[in-house]
């Protein structure tokens, strides 16, 4: 198999995320709010920060906990925004002064 | 010549990364970006707080906002992350005046996005948007303004990195700081990424 040189693949990883720009783009614009489309941006947004972390950083082949680190805040972050549109009521109990 | 060094090997062949200790760049710099990201992590937990104790001035305050400004200033992102991955490969390949020109490319790309948004501050005054108009706004600007800043001393550093590299000072073999001022630079694009998914896009 014709293995991919590095460059090619950079090239295609910045089509990819500016596709996912363009898609959140037209979401904010004429998507309905709701769960659906809460999920899909968080998805979009754990899609493109996971690239740019492992491709475009290079930790993919880094030592494990400094990829572990930065590839957590794509986990964390897109799971807030999921449970902030479930649970609004509840956190913002736990977080009342 | 060293086939690690080289855009057309295998890509798992190549990475960034210091074989002896896994590091892409200086360990130094890594300590700056996760310092840097764990603001801006304060920044979206007061921003979800937020959201949770004004759900109608968070679903109202995204639609007000310039989209146009803020997709284009996204795509302009993740090109200048692009450019800069261009110019490492690019350096790596013992082509420093292609390096050059890809990192000029990324100055390029951070002097439209603070034009930009030095535009899209000026049409939010236009349509009364401030930062005291609602807690959604005062969000807004405070989490913008600080990325605005990042955008700008960051565009500073890669000029930094191009004159270390017509200087001769980074070559094919020894070019750390353009790696730090790279990993750096792709640290302000993911926060951007989540800035824009938060306040422009999610309600």
Redesign the interface.
């Known amino acids: 198999m014709k ?5 090619k ?2 090239d295609y990883l ?1 089509l990819i ?2 596709t996912l ?2 898609f ?2 037209y ?3 004429r998507a309905e ?1 709701g769960f659906v ?2 999920a899909i ?1 968080a998805a ?2 754990a899609i ?2 996971r690239i ?2 492992d ?5 993919k ?3 494990p906990l ?1 990829r572990t ?2 590839r957590t ?1 794509f986990y ?2 897109p799971a ?2 999921i449970l ?2 479930l649970f ?2 509840q ?2 109990k736990w ?2 002064l | 010549m060293d086939a690690s060094i080289s855009p057309e090997s295998d890509f798992h062949e190549l990475s960034f990364v210091n074989k002896t200790n896994k590091v892409p760049g200086s360990l130094a710099i890594w300590f700056a970006i996760l310092a840097e990201m764990s603001e801006f992590m304060i920044m979206f937990v007061v921003y979800f707080l937020a959201k949770v104790h004004n759900p109608e001035l968070f679903y109202e305050g995204p639609t007000k906002l310039n989209t146009l400004a803020g997709t284009t200033n996204t795509l302009i992102m993740l090109t200048s992350s692009f450019f800069v991955v261009r110019a490492v490969i690019a350096i790596r390949d013992n082509k420093p005046k292609q390096s050059a020109n890809w990192l000029w490319g990324a100055v390029a790309c951070g002097v439209i996005y603070l034009i930009i948004k030095v535009f899209e501050y000026q049409w939010n005054t236009a349509q009364g948007l401030a930062t005291e108009t609602n807690i959604f706004y005062g969000v807004y600007y405070y989490v913008t303004f600080n990325h605005f800043l990042h955008v700008g001393w960051g565009s500073a550093g890669l000029i930094w990195v191009i004159y270390r590299i017509n200087t001769h000072i980074y070559t094919a073999d020894e070019h750390e700081g353009l790696i730090n001022m790279a990993v750096y630079w792709h640290m302000i694009d993911l926060a951007w990424i989540t800035i824009f998914l938060l306040l422009y896009v999610i309600r």
């Open positions: 293995v991919m040189t590095h460059t693949i950079i910045w995320l500016i720009t363009l959140s783009a979401m904010a614009e709010p489309s809460i941006m979009v947004l493109k920060g740019i972390v491709h475009f950083m290079e930790l082949d880094a030592h400094l680190l930065m805040y964390v972050i807030m925004m902030v549109y609004p009521e956190i913002a977080t009342a």
